[in-house]
């Protein structure tokens, strides 16, 4: 039985010995897939699409992620901008002296973005130029052949440099990661920057906003003019030129901040017509008809 059983498998009938058959033929038996572009004309095209299917930056794949949510992209903005309004805060009053951290409540924290519309322009010019640094790198991703040919003019070259420096290679990140790194420390530094120059001038030129501080309760001005440093929910934050020295006072016991100007105006009395001069009676009779 045993053997006829081999011999039924052996024949023509056998599926076993049918697939030897086909294996020895080659039927049936699927190779290592060729790739597209092996074959003329879609070579270029194949070409792209590889070098499209490298896994995208960390950056890019955010950056697609907060358009394609705009809730989301709304509350990351908005949480960049209070980042921002605490750095460059946190440097202002450093310049005078004021713990500026120590004086300002949680809900602070939340608007200190707000307090200065420049920090929105800030925060969109950083996202500005780290598109336009990093667009030849993502147009030379997609388009690797087209880039080839632009780069045999000589302002291609520029454009999309070959050099590792210009390509942010150095980092050992992909270059829109490192592109987004170098304007984010560039942004810090600036605002940083601005607002130590601005503390300068207010501390050595008494610029500012000039302004009369009334205490709660009190009539008169303090004398002498201060500057206005800023407010948080708690303290006013004041700046005196003669006296050279920083102030928190507490909201409550401040009753009224005026400018000078304001002042002057409600302070100046109404122009009087000038008085008649009288006129001589030796005139008066010369001139009579």
């Known amino acids: 039985m045993q053997a006829a059983g081999r011999a039924a498998m052996s024949d ?11 294996k020895r033929a080659g039927h049936g038996v699927q ?48 949480l960049l901008m209070s980042m921002i309004g605490l750095w460059t805060n946190y440097w202002f009053y450093r310049q005078f002296g004021l713990p500026i951290l120590e004086y300002m409540h ?13 920090y929105a322009l800030v925060l969109a010019g950083s996202v500005l130029v780290a598109w336009l640094v990093s667009w030849p790198e993502i147009y030379r991703k997609q388009h690797p052949r087209r880039v080839r040919e632009i780069q045999r003019r000589w302002w291609g070259r ?14 050992r990140m992909k270059p829109e990661t490192g592109i987004a790194l170098m304007v984010f420390v560039g942004m810090a530094m600036t605002t940083c920057s601005y607002v130590i120059g601005k503390a300068a001038r207010i501390r050595e ?7 009369q501080v009334s205490l709660a309760g009190e009539s008169a001005p303090l004398p002498g003019d ?10 006013v ?14 909201i409550e016991s401040v009753g009224r901040l005026q400018t000078p100007p304001l002042l002057r105006q ?17 005139a008066a009779a010369a001139t009579a008809p």
Request: proline share 10%; no cysteine.
């Open 12 to 22: 023509g009938s056998g599926a076993p010995a049918r697939a030897k058959r086909r």
């Open 31 to 78: 190779g290592p897939a060729k790739p597209a572009f092996a074959s003329g004309g879609g070579g270029a095209a194949a070409i792209e699409a590889v070098a499209g299917a490298e896994p995208e930056a960390w950056a890019v794949r955010v950056w697609r992620r907060l358009i394609g949510e705009p809730s989301l992209g709304l509350s990351v903005a908005y």
């Open 106 to 118: 949680a809900g602070d924290y939340l608007v200190a973005g707000l307090r200065d519309p420049g």
């Open 158 to 171: 520029l454009v999309f440099p070959e050099a590792a420096v210009f390509r942010w290679t150095l980092l």
């Open 205 to 211: 030129r008494a610029e500012g906003h000039v302004v």
């Open 226 to 235: 201060a500057r206005l440093l800023g407010t948080s929910s708690a303290y």
């Open 237 to 250: 934050f004041l700046w005196w030129p003669g006296a050279r020295r920083a102030e928190a006072l507490p």
């Open 266 to 282: 409600r302070g100046a009395s109404p122009a009087r017509p000038p008085a008649e001069t009288p006129v001589p009676a030796s």
